[in-house]
């Protein structure tokens, strides 16, 4: 068995994108709210254990002590009540993860995630009742939609067939506000028989890719054809200045950083289909 991720574009109704941002934003506030919980704790267990070291304690009792601390200040938060669960599931456990590999050191510290960030998302996995998930697609009148949970039947762009069973989905909010799913499977791989049809693959910047045999694939070169809009935007951003009264009228601090965002995902999705086209 093994798992394989689909990458579609989604258009969702405006009433829909506000329920995604609101499920990016919990999932966002769960995570720095745990963060910075396991940080207190952390520091938590260091003065418990300091006041044990200098005799003014008996024993590290710091669990019981942070934790009845903790749960007299809680404030439920009826925000989250509204989203999807699996999709905070997975952002702690996700963090329990990170904090996992930090602890063998593989990796760094978890940091706090960022509203700013350029990409946002959430990741809602699939539960089935009776063979029936929480994430499934289906077409109805030659147009596709992907269920998703608290969201609803969503319009996605579809661009070949899903195979498997569905694990999780997860969606992904650009810097230019388009919003996209990767949904992971797991399928079975099926045995393909050995051919004794041979042919050598190049690829190259003149060339995309030369075969073999003689034939070539032309590079179209798509870069280099809005290379001319973002050196532009690329300009216009490098002569603002932070607090200046050009940047907080026009508001260029962010209009360009999107420009250069934009045309640069225009390259992409002008690549990527010929790239995927030529196999």
């Not at 009540?81 to 599931?89: G, H, I, M, P, R």
């Not at 067939?161 to 569905?166: C, M, S």
């Not at 190259?204 to 280099?224: M, Q």
């Not at 200046?244 to 999705?269: F, H, Q, Y």
Request: proline share 2%; charged share 30%; net charge positive.
């Amino acid at each position: 068995m093994l798992r394989f991720a689909y990458k579609f574009r989604l258009n969702p109704t405006d009433i829909q994108a506000t329920l995604i941002n609101k499920t990016i934003g919990c999932c966002r506030f769960v995570c720095n709210q745990a963060l910075a919980k396991q940080n207190e704790k952390i520091g938590f267990w260091f003065v418990v254990q300091e006041m044990v070291q200098n005799g003014q304690l008996t024993e590290n009792r710091w669990k019981s002590d942070f934790f009845h601390a903790s749960n007299a200040q809680k404030e439920l938060t009826s925000m989250l009540n509204e989203v999807d669960s699996t999709a905070l599931k997975s952002t702690l456990q996700d963090l329990g993860k990170a904090f996992k590999e930090f602890y063998h050191k593989s990796k760094g510290k978890p940091r706090f995630k960022s509203k700013k960030n350029k990409t946002q998302s959430y990741k809602a996995k699939c539960n089935y009742n009776k063979g029936i998930g929480t994430v499934r697609m289906k077409r109805i009148e030659k147009k596709d939609f992907l269920l998703l949970p608290n969201i609803g039947w969503v319009k996605v762009a579809k661009s070949r067939e899903v195979r498997g069973k569905i694990l999780s989905a997860t969606v992904r909010k650009s810097a230019t506000g388009k919003y996209f799913v990767s949904i992971l499977t797991e399928q079975e791989i099926e045995t393909v028989q050995d051919s004794m049809f041979e042919i050598g693959i190049d690829l190259g910047l003149k060339e995309f890719a030369t075969f073999s045999d003689g034939a070539t694939i032309s590079n179209p070169k798509w870069f280099r054809s809005l290379e001319e809009k973002l050196v532009k935007a690329q300009r216009i951003l490098s002569r603002r200045k932070m607090g200046s009264s050009m940047e907080r009228a026009l508001g260029c601090r962010i209009k360009c950083p999107v420009d250069i965002e934009r045309d640069s995902l225009l390259s992409a999705n002008y690549r990527s289909p010929h790239q995927n086209r030529c196999w």
